[in-house]
Each structure stands twice: as C-alpha cells, then as structure tokens.
C-alpha cells in the first residue's frame, strides 16, 4: 500500500515492514570489536571503557542510538493511521412516517452526530416543497434542529430530468433560479443553512454539451451567490474507469482530458468545493492505482482554479470482481443502475473504508459519502447497525463532535479548520451518458 504524507512524501509497503529495537548493550557490545576480544580483555580494562549504568555517558548512548528509532516508529504509525475526515453524508430527503415529517429525524441525525458527521447535503424535492394552506414546513423544523445541534446543510438547487439532453438552458436556469430565491427566502436565515449543491453530476462533455454545462454551472453558481455571496456552492463530479466499454457506450477521457475539462469549467464558475465521487461507476473491484490520476488531475485543476477539493467516499458499491464477471452476471453494457444490477449493491466493508480514506487524504483532508443513507444507517435492519457499529468504531467514534463555527467547517479529528473560499432535477444521481 502507498500512503502519503502531509509533505508530499510517499511510503510504499509500509503495512509490510518492521522496526527492530536492539538493546543498547547489544549494540555496544557487538559493534567496532573483533570476536573474542571482550573475554581476554581484563575485567579493569571492561569498567574503564564501559560506563556505568546511572553515568551520563550511558544515558546519552541510550538516547542516541533508541530515540532516532523511536521518532521512526512513531512517524510510521501516524501515517498509517492517517486519512480524511469523513465530515458528512448525502441524504436524498423523503417523507417521513407520519404525515408533516421528513425521513431525516431525531434518530438519524443522532445516528449521523455519533459517526462524527456534520454536514449533510439534502438532496431531492422535499426540501423547498410548495405549501398548501395552513400547511407547515417540515424542512423549517429540519433546519431549526440543525441550528439546535451545530449541522451544516447543502441544498439541493435540483435539475430538470434528463437535463444533458437540453438544446437551449434557459427554461432550466429560469427554474434553478427560482428555486435558489426561494429556498434561500425560507431557510436562508436558519445558522445551519451552510450552502448549496449543484447536482449536474458529470464526467467529461464534449461538442455542444459541453458548452451546456459550462453554462449550467457558471449561471446556477451565480444565481447562488446573488442571494448568498459568502455561501459555498458545491458539486460532486465522478470519472469513469470503464475504458473498455463494458458498462455502455461512454466516451472515455484520458485523466490529462479530464484535468484540462474541468479546469476550463471551473475557471469560469464560481463554484467553491468539488466533492469529486472516488469510484468510478461505484464498482467494487476498481483500485486505488486506477482512480489515482483522476484524483491527481482534478487535484491539479482545483489547485489552479483556487477551489477546494473534498472527496465523495462512496459507502456504497456495487460488489463484482472483475469487467468480464460483471458482463456475465448482468450481460454487457449494462448501466450501474439497471434493476438487475440492484441484488449486488452493499456496504462499503469497513477495512476497505479506511482503506479508501486514507487513500483520499493523500488528496484531500476532507471526505463526505454518498451511500450511507442507502446501505450503512442503522435504521435500516441489524446487518446494517452491525456496519455501522463498525464503521463508529473504526473511525474512533465517541463523543459529540464540536459546533462547527459560523463560515467554518470544523473537523474533528483535530486537522486544521476548512475556510471556505467564497467570493461574490427531481431525479437521484446516476451516470450521464
């Protein structure tokens, strides 16, 4: 495994080796001396060179030769242990059990809090829902109870489904401004109203579509910061791994492509954080070696552009060992998201999350997770509160995380606090073809 350090340095294949401490006495007694000579050497002669236990020469020996090795051990051990901080959750918001409410309770967001979680990106249309007469907003008490417990929420802007199909946009940026005035009307006054999310999920775009969502992006970005300049706008982009075509017909993009794309879309947007997806097309077997030059490109365009780069640590996947097991099992180029695929989704396994985050920090010290909702709450049934227990546990999960700060992102794991940099469809996320 390579891991690597706050200073850029890489460490391969640290999980393999080992540091042997040798006693001091062993060392000076075995070094610098020809076989044999301490037993003809006169027992004087043996307490004149050596010294004695409590002397200060013994004590800097000591010092010199253990605590070099010691600073090794310790600077081993806390790379090994480093990885982002998993900060919070996707959530596509849903009805709640009894009428009035929201699916995002007491008990979920108490679930969230003892995983360390704090910021939530609401996703889906029942956040900002038009009200009936004398109807009352579920998502005003959702907001009212994340300024009671320190939350952050993002706010889902929507799209129009099938919105990388359109001709002319502007029916679609009439709408996202809309919303965007609305929302911020309702919940734009609640502390925990932390930002907004701009769900064009993409890869790559070419021709005219690409000029689509460069549009899409700068003008719903805008639209955010006009009603909320210091509010950060936040998308979550993926890159697709399937060079081969074994998923559909996806025009893949070499990680140089992808860099140059999204760094001309970015320039020109005022987005603030691109939560880029870890995975692909959520496939089990990709590896961390595949997806690290899209990591690396899109590293390279936030960096240019003076954006921010968190990771979407997905704890969901699709579980199948290889492109030709996946084509036997669900035929070739079948979408990640046809109902045949649905009996192979699982929890991410919790060795293999950690796995994943450290593998992100070497990029980012900030992760969120698209999956959780799906796959890991523990409301979900026992084998999901057994992930989860695992998951807190894993992740050293106890107490209460900190009230994050007004404009801050707080992490918890004592990494530096996140300023963000800000300047002035009713559909779940998929692939876009």
Same mark, same amino acid.
């Given at each position: 495994?390579?891991?690597?350090?706050?200073?850029?340095?890489?460490?391969?294949?640290?999980?393999?080796?080992?540091?042997?401490?040798?006693?001091?006495?062993?060392?000076?007694?075995?070094?610098?001396?020809?076989?044999?000579?301490?037993?003809?050497?006169?027992?004087?002669?043996?307490?004149?060179?050596?010294?004695?236990?409590?002397?200060?020469?013994?004590?800097?020996?000591?010092?010199?030769? *253990?605590? !070099?090795?010691? @600073? #090794?051990?310790?600077?081993?051990?806390?790379? $090994? +242990?480093?990885?982002? /901080?998993?900060? &919070?959750?996707?959530?596509?918001?849903?009805?709640?059990?009894?009428?009035?409410?929201?699916?995002?309770?007491?008990?979920?967001?108490?679930?969230?809090?003892?995983?360390?979680?704090?910021?939530?990106?609401?996703?889906?249309?029942?956040?900002?829902?038009?009200?009936?007469?004398?109807?009352?907003?579920?998502?005003?008490?959702?907001?009212?109870?994340?300024?009671?417990?320190?939350?952050?929420?993002?706010?889902?802007?929507? *799209?129009? !489904?099938?919105? @990388? #199909?359109?001709?002319?946009?502007?029916?679609? $940026? +009439?709408?996202?401004? /809309?919303?965007? &005035?609305?929302?911020?009307?309702?919940?734009?006054?609640?502390?925990?109203?932390?930002?907004?999310?701009?769900?064009?999920?993409?890869?790559?775009?070419?021709?005219?579509?690409?000029?689509?969502?460069?549009?899409?992006?700068?003008?719903?970005?805008?639209?955010?910061?006009?009603?909320?300049?210091?509010?950060?706008?936040?998308?979550?982009?993926?890159?697709?791994?399937?060079?081969?075509?074994?998923?559909?017909?996806?025009?893949?993009?070499?990680?140089?492509?992808?860099?140059?794309?999204?760094?001309?879309? $970015?320039?020109?947007?005022?987005?603030?954080?691109?939560?880029?997806?870890?995975?692909?097309?959520?496939?089990?077997?990709?590896?961390?070696?595949?997806?690290?030059?899209?990591?690396?490109?899109?590293?390279?365009?936030?960096?240019?552009?003076?954006?921010?780069?968190?990771?979407?640590?997905?704890?969901?996947?699709?579980?199948?060992?290889?492109?030709?097991?996946?084509?036997?099992?669900?035929?070739?180029?079948?979408?990640?998201?046809?109902?045949?695929?649905?009996?192979?989704?699982?929890?991410?396994?919790?060795?293999?999350?950690?796995?994943?985050?450290?593998?992100?920090?070497?990029?980012?010290?900030?992760?969120?997770?698209?999956?959780?909702?799906?796959?890991?709450?523990?409301?979900?049934?026992?084998?999901?509160?057994?992930?989860?227990?695992?998951?807190?546990?894993?992740?050293?999960?106890?107490?209460?995380?900190?009230?994050?700060?007004?404009?801050?992102?707080?992490?918890?794991?004592?990494?530096?606090?996140?300023?963000?940099?800000?300047?002035?469809?009713?559909?779940?996320?998929?692939?876009?073809?």
């Amino acid at each position: 495994m390579s891991l690597c350090t706050g200073n850029g340095l890489r460490y391969d294949g640290i999980g393999e080796s080992t540091v042997r401490l040798t006693p001091p006495n062993t060392i000076s007694a075995s070094c610098n001396r020809a076989p044999g000579l301490a037993r003809i050497r006169p027992r004087t002669a043996r307490r004149a060179t050596r010294p004695h236990a409590g002397s200060p020469g013994r004590l800097l020996l000591i010092l010199v030769v *253990a605590l !070099p090795l010691l @600073w #090794t051990i310790g600077c081993r051990t806390t790379h $090994l +242990d480093e990885r982002a /901080e998993l900060l &919070g959750c996707f959530w596509w918001v849903s009805p709640g059990p009894e009428a009035g409410t929201l699916d995002l309770g007491d008990v979920e967001l108490d679930a969230m809090r003892a995983l360390g979680m704090n910021v939530v990106v609401l996703n889906g249309p029942w956040v900002g829902q038009p009200l009936k007469a004398a109807e009352s907003d579920s998502a005003e008490r959702l907001f009212q109870e994340g300024d009671r417990r320190g939350l952050t929420f993002f706010v889902d802007t929507l *799209a129009a !489904p099938q919105w @990388w #199909t359109l001709r002319d946009p502007a029916a679609e $940026l +009439d709408r996202a401004r /809309e919303r965007i &005035g609305q929302l911020h009307a309702r919940y734009g006054h609640h502390q925990s109203f932390g930002g907004f999310y701009v769900p064009y999920e993409v890869y790559v775009m070419w021709g005219t579509q690409r000029e689509l969502i460069r549009t899409l992006y700068h003008e719903v970005a805008a639209a955010c910061k006009r009603v909320a300049p210091a509010k950060p706008v936040l998308i979550s982009p993926f890159f697709i791994l399937d060079q081969d075509g074994v998923l559909g017909d996806f025009r893949w993009a070499t990680p140089e492509e992808y860099e140059t794309f999204w760094a001309e879309v $970015l320039r020109e947007s005022p987005v603030d954080i691109v939560a880029l997806q870890d995975r692909g097309e959520h496939l089990s077997y990709y590896t961390d070696a595949q997806c690290a030059p899209f990591f690396a490109a899109m590293k390279n365009a936030v960096d240019a552009t003076g954006k921010q780069l968190w990771a979407n640590v997905e704890t969901g996947e699709l579980e199948v060992g290889s492109a030709e097991a996946y084509a036997a099992r669900f035929g070739p180029r079948t979408h990640v998201n046809d109902p045949r695929t649905q009996p192979a989704w699982r929890g991410v396994p919790p060795d293999k999350l950690m796995a994943k985050l450290r593998f992100v920090r070497r990029y980012t010290p900030t992760a969120v997770t698209w999956g959780y909702r799906e796959f890991v709450r523990p409301s979900l049934g026992a084998a999901q509160a057994e992930l989860y227990t695992e998951y807190r546990d894993r992740l050293g999960r106890r107490a209460k995380p900190a009230r994050p700060r007004r404009g801050r992102l707080r992490s918890e794991r004592g990494l530096p606090d996140l300023a963000l940099r800000c300047g002035e469809g009713a559909q779940e996320p998929s692939l876009i073809e």
